[in-house]
Nanobody, 125 residues
Framework: QVQLVESGGGSVQRGGSLTLSCLTS????????MAWFRQTPGKEREGVAG???????TYADSVKGRFTVSQDSAKNTLYLRLDGLDSDDSAMYYC???????????????????WGQGTQVTVSS
């Protein structure tokens, strides 16, 4: 079955960097649409970056220029590089996957069938 496992979260000071990983299994990497989301307690899950299976990447305005998505298909892994971190970036970060099909409004959680367990990012000032 499809599994997504995030890792790489941690505590970092303001202005620091982290790289999150999402190891995938159960499907041929590159055939599903993928995305990164984040969520803080009491708030809705927020789309951070969407990765269309054709390779096009879209970023939320709040992270554009600071976060970067990359992929390693040989390792079945999706990455999210977080630079210039601020306290507003503190959240649980999730990886999500959607089987091939119509893919629009990438930032909506309901577009995705599969989710990882999340990895926590905490930014301190």
């Amino acid at each position: 079955q499809v599994q997504l496992v995030e890792s790489g979260g941690g505590s970092v000071q303001r202005g620091g960097s982290l790289t999150l990983s999402c190891l995938t299994s159960g499907f041929t990497y590159g055939t599903y649409h993928m995305a990164w989301f984040r969520q803080t307690p009491g708030k809705e899950r927020e789309g951070v970056a969407g990765v269309e299976r054709g390779g096009r990447i879209t970023y939320a305005d709040s992270v554009k220029g600071r976060f970067t998505v990359s992929q390693d298909s040989a390792k079945n892994t999706l990455y999210l590089r977080l630079d210039g971190l601020d306290s507003d970036d503190s959240a649980m970060y999730y990886c999500a996957a959607d089987p091939p099909g119509n893919w629009y409004q990438w930032y909506l959680p309901q577009m995705y069938d599969y989710w990882g367990q999340g990895t926590q990012v905490t930014v301190s000032s």
